[in-house]
């Protein structure tokens, strides 16, 4: 059964900071990977989406790479800024159907 | 655009009562799913609908049934309430079966069964 970790499961930076949020995943036969941004109380907003034979993806100062034989994903925030302080899932799909497994998230705040 | 719409928002149950959260998108997506989030647990899938009129089993369909009513429309269909069922229920939809297609996210229904 696929499990997907998240770590740290909190992180707190000062504005302007480079950070990185890390996902893991035990069962390497991914079709996909997605990471999502959930503001509180809200729903979740697709961030960027990695296809199983890619490296990696870039959104604007978001960047998210995919180490598949190592389990592995990594999202890269530049800058960081207020605006981003949000709560970051991580989710890994086997098949097309996108049945995804997510991660329990990374709940991150940025102060001023 | 209004995207998924989800209703109720809210809702308190009491043990073994019914209900049926609704859900809606107006963007012509053929898939659809409902997750449940908790605590501690993030989202796991309960049902899909990969395309109008089939339906299939997520990780935790127990307690739970769904009707994809036509394209627009799945609900998930609480018959007898439990406490464990307290939870916030998340519907999304995609376009299809395309791996690049992503998920959007309804607001959620928050559901408490006391």
């Known amino acids: 059964k696929q499990e997907v970790t998240q770590i740290p499961a909190a992180l707190s930076v000062p504005e302007g900071e480079n950070l990185v949020l890390n996902c893991s995943f035990t069962d390497s036969a991914i079709y996909n990977l997605q990471w999502f941004r959930q503001d509180p109380g809200k729903g979740l907003t697709s961030l960027l989406l990695?296809?199983?034979?890619?490296r990696e993806q870039t959104s604007g100062r978001l960047n998210a790479s995919l180490d598949k034989s190592s389990g592995r994903s990594t999202l890269y925030i530049a800058a960081s800024q207020p605006g981003d302080s949000a709560t970051y899932l991580c989710?890994?799909?086997?098949?097309?159907?996108?049945?995804?497994?997510f991660g329990t998230g990374t709940r991150l705040l940025v102060s001023p | 655009n209004a995207g998924v719409t989800q209703t109720p928002k809210f809702q308190v149950l009491k043990t073994g009562q019914s209900m049926t959260l609704q859900c809606a998108q107006d963007m012509n997506h053929n898939s659809m799913y409902w997750y449940r989030q908790d605590p501690g647990m993030g989202l796991r899938l309960i049902y899909y609908s990969a395309s109008e009129g089939t339906t299939d089993k997520g990780e935790v369909p127990n307690g739970y049934n769904v009707s994809r009513l036509n394209k627009r429309e799945f609900s998930l269909r609480l018959e007898s309430a439990a406490p464990s069922q307290t939870s916030v229920y998340f519907c999304a939809s995609r376009p299809g079966q395309s791996g690049k297609n992503i998920q959007y996210f309804g607001a959620g229904t928050r559901l408490s069964v006391l």
């Open positions: 989710a890994v799909s086997d098949t097309g159907f996108q049945k995804l497994v």
């Open positions: 990695i296809q199983s034979s890619q």
